[in-house]
């Protein structure tokens, strides 16, 4: 079964420093996201993107935080200068279509900031 | 979107049926309910979705009552690996499509 894939598994970047993380949704989607999870806390939405433009961001998704998707498959989620309270789980997402149409997750990638 | 209510908790005997309630007592005409789970840190599951109708996949059961104000998610035959937190969401078909997750119940199956 198709399925998101994320990497890497784990990343450790100390404080000010930017970092990637990367994504592969499954092929035939069209809609992408990013979430977030403190240690804890509730998953939190940070952005939706279609037709390569955003169209949707949270108020955690500030001027630090961009999307890209670099070419047909990856999807790239870049914090330009982390602090320690980006530590979390970060997962992607996507879906085929609308909210008729459900959104799959990778299993994450952990971000540690030093 | 409608603000979904679970209790915080829930067990459950290996091999028995898992029936988890929702509250969903604002949901609109449009709004979906879907349901996923998050076994440890792992990244949510989608289990199942519906509208009006119950529905029924290789996962689990939805019923969703007439009024569409609560649904309850049944898993037929509980195992320890579906030990996990279920969330129940609402979402709007039109919508931009970003779940809303609460707390979720820990589901506990034992042995």
């Known amino acids: 079964e198709p399925e998101v894939t994320q990497t890497p598994s784990h990343q450790v970047t100390q404080m000010g420093q930017e970092v990637i993380l990367r994504c592969v949704p499954i092929s035939n989607h069209l809609y992408f996201y990013w979430y977030r999870q403190i240690l804890g806390q509730k998953v939190e939405f940070l952005v939706s993107?279609?037709?390569?433009?955003?169209?949707?961001k949270s108020e955690i998704f500030d001027d630090q935080f961009s999307v890209e998707r670099p070419d047909g498959s990856n999807f790239t989620l870049k914090i330009r200068s982390t602090k320690l309270e980006d530590s979390a789980m970060y997962f992607c997402?996507?879906?085929?279509?609308?909210?008729?149409?459900?959104?799959?997750f990778g299993d994450g990638t952990r971000l540690s900031i030093l | 979107d409608a603000k979904t209510t679970q209790p915080p908790s829930m067990d459950c005997a290996e091999g028995r049926a898992a029936n988890l309630p929702c509250n969903h007592s604002t949901i609109s005409g449009n709004e979906y309910v879907y349901w996923y789970r998050q076994i440890h840190s792992q990244g949510p599951q989608y289990i199942i979705h519906g509208l009006k109708n119950n529905e029924t996949n290789e996962m689990a059961s939805l019923i969703i009552t007439e009024d569409r104000k609560s649904s309850t998610l049944i898993l037929p035959h509980a195992t320890l690996r579906d030990t996990a937190v279920y969330y129940c969401?609402?979402?709007?078909?039109?919508?931009?499509?970003?779940?809303?997750f609460g707390k979720g119940t820990l589901l506990t199956v034992n042995p």
């Open positions: 997402a996507s879906s085929e279509g609308q909210g008729a149409k459900p959104q799959h």
């Open positions: 969401i609402t979402l709007w078909g039109g919508s931009n499509y970003k779940l809303t």
């Open positions: 993107f279609y037709n390569n433009e955003i169209s949707e």
